[in-house]
């Protein structure tokens, strides 16, 4: 069965702090493909990055970063010098092999940055 | 840039009663999606499409629920006999291919009342 788990329900920190946030996958499928998304409380869906299961280079973008690592299924996601508008919910999610579309989600991480 | 765009951004409609919620999704993108979310819960799949055909469909997509692209366009996601349960987030989306990133749209807040 293909599961993403998000275990941080809520995550509160001070703004320059750094925080990062978990998330750990099920799948059989051996190609797969790894997401980020942001959920801002404006509702949208902002798309942050996408990993396939045979890249497993760390993705550095400005303040995120990414830590794939297969040996424990894990696509971890770290902001560093947090600032109050990375205040949102963010999604992992998992396409499997044998998908014809479906993303999986985990149940997010409410991250709060206070000034 | 490009975007998906959703219409309406709020519906609120009576149980028992049929809605259509429309989407323009990204003009060159082949794979298009309906998801929903329930307040304060996690994105569901609710249907994928591609080349005029449903390419699969979850458990929540059942007969209430069809979806059509009924020009070069638009792609609608119509429920036919609303629930209360239906109350939701709409969101539709949108890829260039099939593993690719999905963009979303902003969303149709369906309230059924």
């Known amino acids: 069965a293909q599961k993403v788990t998000q275990a941080q329900t809520e995550i509160s920190v001070v703004e320059k702090e750094d925080v990062t946030l978990d998330c750990v996958y099920e799948?059989?499928?051996?190609?797969?493909?790894l997401f980020w998304y942001k959920q801002p409380p404006s509702g949208e869906l902002v798309f942050l990055i996408r990993?396939?299961?045979?890249?497993?280079q760390n993705e550095i973008s400005g303040r995120y970063s990414w830590n794939f690592q297969k040996s424990t299924s894990s696509f971890n996601f770290t902001i560093t010098a947090s600032q109050v508008v990375d205040s949102a919910v963010y999604f992992c999610?998992?396409?499997?092999?044998?998908?014809?579309?479906?993303?999986?989600f985990g149940k997010g991480t409410k991250l709060s940055v206070k000034p | 840039e490009p975007e998906v765009t959703q219409t309406p951004s709020h519906q609120v409609t009576q149980m028992g009663q049929e809605v259509i919620l429309r989407c323009v999704p990204i003009?060159?993108?082949?794979?298009f999606y309906w998801y929903r979310q329930i307040l304060g819960q996690k994105v569901e799949f609710l249907v994928s499409?591609?080349?005029?055909?449903?390419?699969?469909k979850s458990e929540i997509f059942d007969d209430q629920f069809s979806v059509e692209r009924p020009d070069g366009s638009n792609f609608t996601l119509k429920i036919r006999s609303t629930k209360l349960e239906d109350s939701a987030m709409y969101f539709c989306?949108?890829?260039?291919?099939?593993?690719?990133?999905?963009?979303f749209g902003p969303g149709t807040r369906l309230t059924v009342t």
């Open positions: 799948t059989r499928d051996t190609t797969y493909y």
């Open positions: 989306a949108s890829s260039p291919g099939l593993s690719y990133e999905q963009y």
């Open positions: 499409f591609y080349n005029n055909e449903i390419s699969e």
């Open positions: 990993r396939n299961s045979f890249d497993e």
């Open positions: 003009s060159n993108h082949l794979y």
């Open positions: 999610a998992l396409f499997y092999g044998g998908s014809q579309g479906n993303l999986i």
